[in-house]
């Protein structure tokens, strides 16, 4: 497995990761590198056909103090199981399309003062969902959200940012139906018509869209919400309430907390990951309380 160090002095040693392939991964590499050494932090680049980003992990986990990973959600998806079982804690830099978990824990756009962040070094303890034993940052989802993460290409996304987001759902949206349901959570099996159920851990997805007001990624709870609307246009109505968390105050949206969850539908569905299809229904939800350490603003809550 080749490799290559930068010597930056007697500060610690962090596992670099950077999304090429992610929206300003490749033009922010060689700033990220300067930036690191600016702020006395060592990097080891692993190469990058050297395996998955969790296996990579475990390879170098005895010989860095942390992980730095500068891509989006879907690139931090990737390294979670590791993270957990390496106890290495996370450092993010923004670079992706959406960047919903940068967000939801306070870490700066701004790629400079993210690393700022990092090398500070206060960290926060946070929770991670669990659906069918993949692991997410910030929401999984069936419905409206599985189907447009089918539909919008990763080309798409770089080309377009979150504007690819609304392009693609404003064309998804007209051809969206209610299906039917099964939510299990607390000992009660509700059968509900819906367009979309989701799951959070986060308090952000799909580029600043919000689970609840009050969802925490450290809270041990998982928010759900569940859009049961008859018509395209009822969640274009929606959209202002869902940005700003208080969805769950309208008559035609279920939202609730648990811990556990169960999601079950007459025909299987795509179940959506922080962006990435993982699987078909049913859909089997977990909580996995403080289960990584991930740098964050000394004013983060």
Not at 62 to 79: E, K, M, P, Q, Y
Not at 80 to 87: R, S
Not at 114 to 135: C, F, K, T, Y
Not at 272 to 284: F, M, Y
Request: glycine share 10%; net charge positive; aromatic share 8%.
């Amino acid at each position: 497995m080749s490799n290559s160090v930068a010597e930056t002095g007697s500060g610690p040693t962090a596992l670099l990761f950077i999304n090429k392939h992610a929206r300003s991964g490749e033009a922010s590499a060689r700033y990220v590198k300067q930036l690191l050494q600016e702020n006395r932090i060592s990097i080891i680049e692993p190469d990058e056909k050297a395996g998955s980003c969790s296996d990579i992990i475990r390879a170098y986990a005895d010989r860095v103090d942390f992980v730095i990973i500068g891509g989006g959600d879907g690139t931090l998806n990737s390294a979670a199981p590791a993270l957990m079982e390496t106890g290495l804690a996370l450092g993010v830099l923004p670079l992706g399309t959406a960047n919903d978990f940068a967000r939801t824990v306070g870490i700066p756009r701004e790629i400079r003062q993210a690393v700022q962040v990092i090398a500070a070094g206060q960290r926060r303890a946070v929770d991670l969902g669990e659906v069918n034993g993949h692991l997410f940052f910030n929401v999984s989802s069936i419905g409206f959200s599985a189907a447009l993460a089918r539909g919008l290409s990763a080309e798409s996304k770089k080309r377009w940012g979150t504007l690819g987001y609304a392009l693609a759902a404003f064309k998804l949206l007209k051809q969206s139906r209610p299906f039917r349901v099964e939510i299990e959570h607390d000992g009660v099996k509700e059968q509900v018509k819906t367009v979309q159920v989701s799951v959070g851990n986060g308090r952000f997805y799909g580029g600043g869209m919000a689970v609840a007001r009050s969802a925490a990624p450290d809270d041990g709870q998982l928010d759900v919400y569940s859009l049961e609307v008859s018509h395209w246009w009822e969640m274009v109505a929606l959209i202002p309430f869902i940005r700003r968390g208080t969805h769950g105050r309208w008559r035609n949206v279920r939202a609730f907390s648990a811990r556990q969850l169960t999601l079950h539908t007459p025909k299987p569905h795509d179940i959506n990951a922080d962006g990435e299809l993982i699987g078909k229904t049913p859909a089997v939800f977990g909580i996995r309380k403080k289960a990584i350490q991930v740098f964050v603003p000394p004013t983060a809550r």
